[in-house]
T-cell receptor, first 115, second 113 residues
Framework: DTGVSQDPRHKITKRGQNVTFRCDPI?????LYWYRQTLGQGPEFLTY????????KSRLLSDRFSAERPKGSFSTLEIQRTEQGDSAMYLC?????????????FGSGTQLSVL | SQKIEQNSEALNIQEGKTATLTCNYT??????LQWYRQDPGRGPVFLLL?????KEKRKERLKVTFDTTLKQSLFHITASQPADSATYLC????????????FGSGTQLTVLP
């Protein structure tokens, strides 16, 4: 168990550019989540995958955000035409109900700064 | 609208004392409630889960209570240590399936030596 891995750890981009983040969940976990966290706030749900199917998306998620999990393993989160308001920590988490609990295992996040 | 509130200010306590953190919620009927710890620059780490039919849960120096009538959970750290200094987040799940957790804004705890 190597934990949830996210790449990159930090990303600085200019407004209007596209960015893509990657998440590698714990290998046996079939559930994967993306959350966003701004300073002084708790994580905010963005989207959820079970295997390769994206089953839930936050109503707050604009059309500029898209997430994929093509083979039910790693996931990518893309933000198109970034805005300064997109600056935040993007957290990926995974879980598996087969372990009998609903706890999430989080990665260390990708800190995005949009200039 | 649904709301989760944690201690609004940072909490400072002396080493060895018991820290008590509060999580209040409105307009929710959660199936369970979770507590996480978050250190600066890191993702949250799961600590404890308590279900709606449980009153209290313990794990080592940690204790969580859940009062669905008061719509409140209390999180206690006994015999606190400087290493317990972190932000503590409560999270609610209405569905019981963990598909979409809602987090509070957290309480920053500092344990002074």
């Amino acid at each position: 168990d190597t934990g949830v891995s996210q790449d990159p750890r930090h990303k600085i981009t200019k407004r209007g550019q596209n960015v893509t983040f990657r998440c590698d969940p714990i290998s046996e976990h079939n559930r994967l989540y993306w959350y966003r966290q701004t300073l002084g706030q708790g994580p905010e749900f963005l989207t959820y995958f079970q295997n390769e199917a994206q089953l839930e998306k936050s109503r707050l998620l604009s059309d500029r955000f898209s997430a994929e999990r093509p083979k039910g393993s790693f996931s990518t989160l893309e933000i198109q035409r970034t805005e300064q308001g997109d600056s935040a920590m993007y957290l990926c988490a995974s879980s598996s109900l087969t372990s009998g609990t609903e706890k999430l295992f989080f990665g260390s996040g990708t800190q995005l700064s949009v200039l | 609208s649904q709301k989760i509130e944690q201690n609004s200010e940072a909490l400072n306590i002396q080493e060895g004392k018991t820290a008590t953190l509060t999580c209040n919620y409105t307009n929710y009927s959660p199936a369970y409630l979770q507590w996480y710890r978050q250190d600066p620059g890191r993702g949250p780490v799961f600590l404890l889960l308590i279900r709606e039919n449980e009153k209290e849960k313990r794990k080592e120096r940690l204790k969580v209570t859940f009062d669905t009538t008061l719509k409140q959970s209390l999180f206690h750290i006994t015999a606190s240590q400087p290493a317990d200094s972190a932000t503590y987040l409560c999270a609610l799940d209405r569905t019981g399936s963990a598909r979409q957790l809602t987090f509070g804004s957290g309480t920053q705890l500092t344990v002074l030596p």
